[in-house]
């Protein structure tokens, strides 16, 4: 047996050597090109909405009605729709890209919880309003060049004017939306806007 034991020590090292030598094969880049629109999204809810609450239980629910749900407690439901079209389409933005980075938590696994640590969820709150908004927005994206499915992010911003401090900063003010629709602006002028890195690409 004392033979034996190097021969062994040397195998195994020559075994380790070359599996530690093996190239890990690098994950493609999930684009629009590649990466099928999410069939669900799956929600921690927090007691009373509320960030800091401990998880309760969670919620799956499909991808379009969780963007409905979301979007009028984002948006005002009164506000213009081209200012609820750019809305809608960065909570889906902001909503997929979360599906493909998946979270464990106190024993749960999920995409968003339903509060503003990602965006406000109230399940069945959409109205027709917002509801006609997330339709009108569905079979698109709004990525970079390459495709990549990155979120866009937002903030609430300040009354009356169009935020000029967010435009080109790669967020949007939700209440400069709200201002430069009602200034004629389209939604699709409104992002590029605030993410003038991204375009606006169809899919299925």
């Not at 309760?56 to 079209?85: H, I, K, R």
């Not at 079979?139 to 609430?156: D, M």
């Amino acid at each position: 047996m004392r033979r034996i034991a190097p021969v062994l020590s040397l195998l195994v090292s020559l075994v380790v050597l070359a599996w530690s030598a093996t190239p890990v094969k690098a994950q493609p880049l999930p684009t629009i090109y590649n990466t099928q629109q999410p069939a669900v999204v799956r929600v921690a809810i927090r007691a009373f909405n509320n960030p800091w609450a401990p998880i309760l239980w969670v919620q799956t629910v499909g991808f379009q009605e969780y963007c409905s749900d979301v979007l009028p407690n984002e948006w005002m439901p009164s506000w213009n729709p081209q200012a609820l079209e750019a809305g809608a389409l960065a909570i889906k933005m902001f909503a997929w890209y979360s599906t493909l980075h998946p979270v464990t938590s106190q024993g749960f696994t999920y995409d968003v919880d339903n509060t503003i640590n990602y965006q406000y969820f109230k399940y069945l709150s959409g109205t027709p309003q917002t509801d006609a908004a997330v339709k009108s927005i569905w079979n698109t994206a709004y990525v970079p060049p390459n495709g990549e499915i990155l979120p866009l992010e937002y903030r609430s911003g300040w009354h009356d004017g169009p935020n000029w401090a967010f435009v080109g900063s790669g967020f949007m003010s939700q209440w400069g939306s709200q201002y430069l629709a009602s200034m004629g602006h389209t939604f699709l002028q409104i992002l590029n806007l605030y993410y003038p890195d991204r375009v606006l690409r169809w899919v299925s």
